[in-house]
């Protein structure tokens, strides 16, 4: 008889088959699960070399997938920047910079991230004359909360070569001001003149970030994770797959990698990379690209003119036709497409674009991806289910700001929809869940609990009726994600067959409050059937 070589057992046990945790006892031999059911008859399958664990009332759930995150520029914001998400003024973010900037004597550019001006008192844009009072000597390259765009300083504004006369790029702007002078704003992919530089780290630098990362995501019980390109704000995307290769070949792996490079007209390298990327932890997933900005800066795409800025209803990355067309010859070649769209004009022109190369490339399981989602016209609400299209959200953005920030902007005419988690899953269609890592932490117990409660930066429930289940919400951020990267067969579910991808948290959260969410942690994690983390200092309930 096949002996396993782990066995778990718990009192909750939620496979995501069904919708409550359920009494069982599972099996993993090699990177698989064998059996799951009584302890009795699962414990028949203990051998010498067998490794128990009994966890009783713990809460064991399939490995956390995110599916939406950006891993090395994350890396980058999140280990080596200044957190900047609770300044309450342009003057206080300065002078957190220049105490981060005490810290880091050696640095050559000093980063900073989550600064957001729609939060301060004084809700206007800064200038780099307030950091240059604070720090003349460095470059200063800080993201705003939302990671579109960004302030910098006067001496990275010389290092890049930046003048009054460089040109805009054809999505973004070189904020200036009323005399054409630079004010240090760097608006979406304008915001590369300065990554282009900033970004040129060394690769022992790089590895050790990575490094950093998979401790991370182990720790928060993370197992598959999907890596998304198409900004030109990014480090570049081969620099990164050499590493992880690297890591691959090595089996140092202990995340899931499904990453997606950037859309182009000429689909040469997307399909060398289809072929040599296509391991058990490390394969080519898709293609993403970018249909629009966000709200704050008023770059998200809507179908109507700003409310406080009427000569506007914010700009598409590239024109319709050519969206629509780079679409059509992708999906010609069955590639997967994903598409960052915010604004509702956004999402209608992507799911028009889906809806066109069906049409023109006949039905296929395409499970093409709409990324973000924060503002819906009622009128494609089930256009999602209709074009077999997955909604991918990232709940923690709900508590990025105060819901004003949309409402203040974007006019009720349109009868906007925000953040249309439920509506869209009551349609049937599928939802899947992630973080945007770094514009929020990478721990699902975040997103799992803003999902269910909606509250935004106040602690305010900002369309309450919007919030799922804690079922649907670890579903979200588990099966689906494994559909959504073609992998429902192997991962996402706790079944006999698929891997053994597989988290203990120390508490069942079935059982709690929804603020006590926000208090639980993982208590182990396996991935591929090793255990590659196991805390024994987290108390159990």
Known sequence: MVKADI??????????????????????????I????????????MGDKTKVFDMEEELIIPGFHDFHMHIMMGSILQKDSAKLFDAAS????????????????????IFGVGWDHTNWKKKVLPHRTTLDKYISDRPVLLFNAEVHYAWVNSKAIEMIQLTNDTPDPEYGEIGKDENGELTGLLFEHAIGYATEHAYKLPK???????????????????????????????PNTLDDLEIFKEFDRKGLLTTRIHFSPELKMDLAEAKELRINYQSDKLTFSGLKQFIDGVVTSHTAFLLDPYKDRPETKGETTYPPDTIKQLVKKADKEKFQIRFHAIGNG?????????????????????RHVIEHVEVLHPDDVHRFRELNVIAS??????????????????????????????????TGAKIAFGTDFPVVPLNPMMGIYQAITRKDLNGKAWQKSEG?????????????????????????TLEVGKKADIVILNKNLFSISAEEILETEVKMTIMDGRVVYENQFVPSV
């Open 393 to 426: 959200f990232q709940p923690k953005h709900i508590e990025l700001m105060e819901s004003k920030a949309y409402t203040a902007r974007i006019n009720e005419d349109q009868k906007p929809l925000y953040y249309p988690i439920k509506t869209i899953v009551d």
């Open 346 to 366: 956004a999402v209608r022109l992507a799911l028009d674009a889906f809806e066109e190369a069906r049409n023109e490339n006949g039905e296929r399981d395409a």
């Open 7 to 32: 066995i778990l057992s718990s009192n909750h046990v939620f496979t995501g088959v069904q919708d409550e945790p359920i009494k069982a006892t599972i099996a993993i031999k090699d990177n698989k």
């Open 468 to 492: 799922v289940t804690l079922a649907q919400a670890l579903k979200f951020y588990t099966a689906t994600p494994a559909f959504g990267s073609f992998r429902e067969k192997e991962l996402g």
């Open 204 to 234: 022992q630098k790089r590895v050790q970030l990575f490094q950093d990362f998979l401790i991370e995501t182990k720790r928060l019980g993370i197992t598959s994770v999907n890596d998304l390109y198409g900004a030109k704000i990014a």
């Open 90 to 109: 342009e003057e206080e973010v300065a002078e957190i910079i220049a105490k981060f900037a005490e810290t880091r004597p050696n640095d050559e550019w």
């Open 34 to 45: 064998i059996e799951i059911g009584p302890k009795e008859e699962i414990f028949s399958l």
